[in-house]
């Protein structure tokens, strides 16, 4: 929970932020190969700071499954904290409609954060879908998003955490709502230390957002190839900036 839930958000978002997370997307290690359905959390603060973005963030998620869905689709599992020392996380979702009904349910509480709880949950995931007998490498978690505002946590703690990820080989995407220039500082490293990568977004940018979360989810289920594919159909922000260095 921020220490200030009325603060507003910046008027317009940073092309140069936009342009190095893109960049960091494309350098991150093939997420998984063609004919494996890839696996991705997606994790968000649900405390009262996020309650006025929270219906409209609900609804960003539906582009990730379309663009993933002739790639041998992407499976999701819904993450979010909330109040006092909540935490859920869903089924593994495979359907649009399921994702929202689920988000659809959720209402937003006061509470602390709880990410590196979300990031050892990671972990546990990982770590049970590689004793998986049934086909380990679809079973593979390809990739952790996270979006929230703020950071009540020990940042050391973080890192540490965020490394272990790191060696499991699942990058941490991290969307920060906002300018808290602690949760910059925690989210760059989280996403750094795990191999992944780092954006602010604001009030402004909702279509950027959505398209940078679909590049993500692109890179889930088809790796680097479809995530250039998905380069080359899109005439927006991921074509322009995609491919700048």
Known sequence: M????????????????????????RATPAATTSGNKGR?????DATAS???????????QAQMFSETANLGGLEIQLCYYRGFAEFHASPWLSNTD???????AVHCAAGHTQINRILKHCISEAKTSAKSASKPRAAKINALVFIGDSVEEDIDKLGHTAGELGLLGIPVFMFQEGHDPMA?????????LSGGA?????????KQLRDL???????AAGGHKALENFHASHGSVILKLGKQK
């Open 2 to 25: 921020s220490d200030n839930p009325n603060k507003k958000l910046p008027s317009k978002s940073s092309t140069a932020d936009v342009n190095a997370f893109l960049t960091k997307v």
């Open 40 to 44: 991705l959390i997606f994790a968000m």
């Open 50 to 60: 996020r309650e006025p973005s929270w219906d409209h963030a609900s609804h960003l």
């Open 98 to 104: 399921q994702l929202l009904r689920q988000m659809s």
């Open 184 to 192: 910059a500082k925690a989210f760059l490293q989280i996403a750094h």
């Open 198 to 206: 780092y954006c602010p977004f604001d009030a402004g940018s909702a």
């Open 213 to 219: 979360l679909s590049a993500v989810a692109v890179y």
